[in-house]
């Protein structure tokens, strides 16, 4: 009679599993809870402690860790040798081992949950016999996941598991065991403090696979960090419309990074590729998405927006004006639901929290690597901001500076922002230079640029970008300065009495 270990933590389907199995011609050795459960279920099962010899002992702590356990899954059952050693030592065969883990992720997801309640949680001999089992695949089938209960069973019903989906489940085996352990290390390098460590375990999970890549010919899929982020379009809900694109994800993700910067005012932000192509801030949601659309009613057709309120009947009824891919809000009416979801493949998702942010790094690829650094969380309360001019910034224009601050670090370097009064009237983004950045600010601003506010995502090499706002009729300049020829553009600034205001941070967006 062929035998099968089953020790579950997630019990969804195991009974009717470990009946059918008893149906084929298998026996059914179980554990703890699995063990009483499968019994509660009218199941004969053979407890561990028979097969050992040995009681379950330390809390649990030790049941499954015994050579007549690992002997019966690790014995290559072609080899003669290795089953007349199983003889000798009285060690049965396993065929087939269902196991799933203590649940240790769902343990520290749950708020109040105790550094000890974690270390609990660690399983040792579940993943001890998941990798001798996927170790031993060609003689061992092994299962980790409910989902592959039926294709076990029907390949079963028709003699055995193939060679190939053996295989295949232990290739899962241990992509689990691997994802398992990489969230205890992630957590246990968090509890001690380690910011760098000297490898790097990370692990996601597949949320879904998409259409294609940045474009047709490439293939794509969405992956979603193991624990929540917050904001995150990976915990999103989608109240309608198509499905994301790969490109949707990207120019969304940036449009809820930038929207999340305003705490205490309603804002709404547009972005195309990336880029903001308009924020504003108002009072109300409709007046704040007003300002955003006037800022380039051009570049927002067929963008991202973003806004950090209830979308309610008047805002959503403006939002339907136009064509947008997605839409991203905290909330939204039942009016406004009903006006959006006319448009049938526009995408809402609700984003519960569109403020809170959790400390979390960035994670850039390159050929062969990953670059890690610190997310760019910085404002002008953590800046050492200094007036350098003679001029000072009127009141307004503080506004507007810091207005401009908040949206330049969101901007591909080299990056140029105009705010005049609550929009942004002007975006200069990733150019090879910082007067090329502020000539198409400038042009795209118009007559707006008069009386606006500048910002720099990193400090002026030359007088020259000061002389282009100048000409412009801009009246304040904030940047990091920094550069060894900050007194040329100081000179500069004081010549055409503009006021301009030093914060000692850059904000390069290189990716």
């Excluded at 955003?292 to 979308?311: K, W």
């Excluded at 994670?363 to 610190?374: A, E, F, K, N, P």
């Excluded at 007067?435 to 008069?450: D, P, R, S, T």
């Excluded at 100048?470 to 600034?493: L, M, T, Y």
Aim: with cysteine; charged share 25%.
């Amino acid at each position: 009679m062929k035998r099968a270990i089953i020790s579950v933590s997630d019990k969804t389907g195991v009974a009717s599993f470990a009946k059918q199995l008893i149906e084929l011609g298998f026996e059914i050795i179980s554990t703890g809870g699995t063990k009483k459960a499968l019994q509660d279920a009218g199941i004969d099962v053979i407890g561990i402690s028979n097969v050992t010899d040995f009681p379950e002992i330390l809390e649990g702590r030790v049941k499954t860790l015994h050579p007549a356990i690992h002997g019966g899954l690790l014995a290559k059952q072609s080899d003669q040798n290795h089953m007349k050693a199983l003889e000798e030592q009285g060690i049965s065969p396993i065929h087939l081992v269902v196991v799933n883990l203590y649940p240790f992720k769902e343990t520290i997801k749950k708020n109040g949950t105790t550094f000890e309640d974690a270390i609990e949680n660690i399983d040792i001999g579940g993943p001890a016999m998941l990798r001798a089992s996927a170790k031993n695949h060609e003689s061992v089938t092994v299962v980790t996941d409910p989902t592959d209960y039926d294709v076990v069973l029907e390949e079963l019903s028709k003699g055995e598991v193939s060679g190939t989906t053996r295989r295949r489940l232990a290739a899962k085996v241990f992509r689990h065991t691997a994802s398992y352990d990489a969230l205890i290390a992630e957590y246990l390098t968090k509890e001690s403090n380690e910011k760098y460590p000297e490898s790097l375990t990370l692990t996601y999970e597949r949320k879904q696979t998409l259409r294609y890549g940045e474009n047709p010919h490439q293939e794509a899929a969405f992956y979603e960090t193991a624990l929540p982020a917050s904001p995150s379009l990976a915990n999103a809900e989608q109240l309608h419309g198509k499905e994301l694109s790969y490109n949707n994800i990207n120019d969304a993700d940036a449009a809820l990074a930038l929207v999340s910067e305003f705490k205490d005012t309603v804002a709404a932000v547009a972005v195309k590729h990336t880029n903001p192509c308009g924020v504003g801030i108002a009072d109300t949601l409709e007046g704040a998405f007003d300002e955003a659309y006037e800022a380039d009613p051009v570049s927002i057709f067929g963008g991202i927006v973003a806004v950090n309120e209830t979308i309610d009947k008047a805002t959503a009824t403006k939002l339907a004006d136009i064509f947008l891919e997605v839409i991203i809000a905290p909330d939204y009416s039942e009016d406004a639901l009903a006006i959006l979801k006319k448009k049938k493949n526009i995408r809402l998702l609700k984003v519960n929290n569109t403020t809170k942010k959790n400390d979390v790094q960035t994670i850039t690829s390159v050929q062969g690597g990953l670059l890690v650094q610190d997310e760019d969380r910085s404002g002008l309360d953590e800046a050492t901001v200094e007036v350098v001019t003679e001029r000072k910034p009127t009141e307004d224009e503080w506004k507007s500076l810091k207005l401009s601050w908040s949206v330049v670090k969101h901007v591909k370097s080299n990056a140029i922002v105009l705010v005049n009064g609550n929009r942004t009237v002007g975006v200069g983004a990733g150019q090879m230079n910082r007067v090329g950045a502020c000539e198409i600010a400038v042009k795209q601003a118009g007559e707006l640029a008069k009386g606006s506010a500048l910002a720099s995502d990193a400090f002026f090499p030359m007088k020259d970008t000061v002389e282009k706002a100048a000409e412009a009729g801009i009246k304040v300049i904030i940047q990091p300065g920094g550069s060894i020829r900050d007194e040329e553009s100081i000179q500069a600034a004081n010549e055409a009495g503009i006021a301009m205001v030093f914060t000692g941070m850059r904000h390069f967006r290189h990716a």
